[in-house]
């Protein structure tokens, strides 16, 4: 199989979950118009300019950027699909052809995205216009050449962890638990609540050697200008760093999966 076509089936296939997909997406402005209304009472209760070094404009165009870069690069169901196809045997299917599975799947991700940002781009459009006024981005070409890469290599990133979490699938019939356990701490330590800067410094360090900020809060951070000079590239080396493991431990996981799964199935 050519992976291209891999890519194509998976235009066509996500196609037919467009409403569905239009239904999440509004959903999806929810959260961000609550966050959006209970900064703008923080800032107005405080009677401050700023809150941890940001303006109301630098809180509102960070959330206005996560939600952006959610939907381009978060994968969506894509582990209980992987999950699926192990457990119900469907993988047999893709082992008797010379298809590398893991590849298919990294081939399939990029097309949800696509369709999925299609049809979410209008109402984040209409949010997007609705808060333009308090909008404010860096003027460094280099912040978003490093912005574009950084949130590329956040979507390998996750793709990564949740095909890792798929994986578990091989030795456990049931991975609810362990993928809400982990989706639990990453939607906390990835910036999705608030930006990470604003923890205590104790916490700030530690979720810089922690793979979640890497998912979101660092891509975001860099394109609303808040990450700058050695700051800015020990980050971007360490979300790397991340990607290739992440990379290499979802390869492991897959050939030892692979081998438990041979053995189960005869």
Known sequence: MQYSKAFSLGVQNTLVYRWNFLIRALFGLVPVGAALYLWAALYEARGSAEVGGYTFQMMVTYFIVLLVAENLVVPVEDEWQIAADIREGRLSAFLLRPVDYPTF???????????????????????????????VFPGELLLWVVGGVSLLLAGLLQFFISFMLATLAFWFLEISTLVFIVYSFEYFLSGRLFPL???????????????FQYEMYFPVAVLVGRLRGPELWQGFAMQIAWTLLAWQLSRWLWARGLRHYQASGG
């Open 105 to 135: 799947r990294l081939m399939l991700f990029p097309s949800s995205r696509l369709v999925y940002t299609a049809v979410a781009i209008v109402p984040i459009a209409l949010l997007i216009a609705a808060v333009w006024k308090h909008l």
């Open 197 to 211: 800067d604003l923890m205590p410094p104790f916490f700030r360090e530690l979720s810089f050697w922690m793979p």
